[in-house]
């Protein structure tokens, strides 16, 4: 089983924080936000992680390195300038499984990896999407994916004006073949241009959890994970 970290943003939402660090590495609970993420990655017996870096990733390289202190593999594979989600991602494609994970740099989901790649591959679906209800405990993120009766998602919207059921929670299963999906131009979203297509295609499923997520994204965000942390650590 596979994991790709997306670790490539600005993160200046929480600038000054951000201004000489990359967003993986703002300490939390005592050691950069990254480690707490393949520490999770590792109890579930996930070994095999590639680290997508752009922005002041030479940090994220030179503090990790070959992942062998923490018993781990690391790859890495970095922007020399912005390429978006799914330019990212294609850039490393000589990395990448037949399938694998990918979790996003600033979330934080301890959730049951293997079931969710398993659902992935039980399905004629190229990509899923593990998604929340906030209704459940409110993550401050507003909705933005409903789903239908058989968990197919038929709609994503970050700016939706109306109510949608349930957010996305920072991880996600792909089969590599979506990247021949990509759009040829270097900038490529798979928010904006890939997820549209497997929608419209019923390629693309949710896989609804109980268990909240946490992000970085915010220092309101940053304060909440710092306390769920330090709790988990004491």
């Known amino acids: 089983m596979q994991a790709v970290i997306l670790a490539g ?9 951000t201004q000489s660090v990359p967003k993986p590495m703002v300490r939390v609970a005592g050691v950069p936000y990254l480690e707490h993420q393949v520490r999770v990655l590792k109890k579930q017996d996930v070994r095999d992680i590639v680290v997508l870096t752009g922005y002041l990733g030479e940090q994220i390289e030179a503090y990790f390195g070959d992942g062998a202190r923490l018993g781990l593999s690391l790859r890495y594979s970095r922007e020399q300038s912005p390429l978006g989600t799914g ?19 600033d979330s934080y989901l301890p959730i049951d990896y293997a079931q969710v790649l398993t659902r992935l591959r039980n399905s004629d ?8 209800d906030n209704r459940l405990e409110d993550t401050s993120v507003k909705n933005n994916i409903a789903l ?12 939706a004006s109306d109510k949608l059921d349930y957010v996305e929670a920072g991880v996600l299963a792909f089969r590599r073949s979506v990247l021949d ?13 890939i997820f549209p297509q497997l929608i419209a295609q019923r390629r693309l499923i949710g896989y609804v959890t109980r268990q909240r997520f946490y992000d970085i994204g915010t220092p309101e965000r940053l304060k909440a994970i710092e306390e769920v942390l330090t709790h988990d650590h004491e």
């Open 125 to 132: 679906a190229e990509g899923l999407l593990v998604v929340y």
């Open 9 to 17: 943003g600005l993160g200046t939402r929480l600038w000054p924080l």
């Open 181 to 193: 999906r990509m759009p040829d131009k270097a900038v490529v979203s798979l928010e904006k241009e």
């Open 87 to 105: 330019g990212a991602l294609r850039q490393a494609r000589d990395l990448l499984a037949a399938d694998f994970l990918i979790v996003y740099g």
């Open 148 to 159: 239908d009766n058989s968990g197919y998602v038929t709609r994503y919207d970050k700016d």
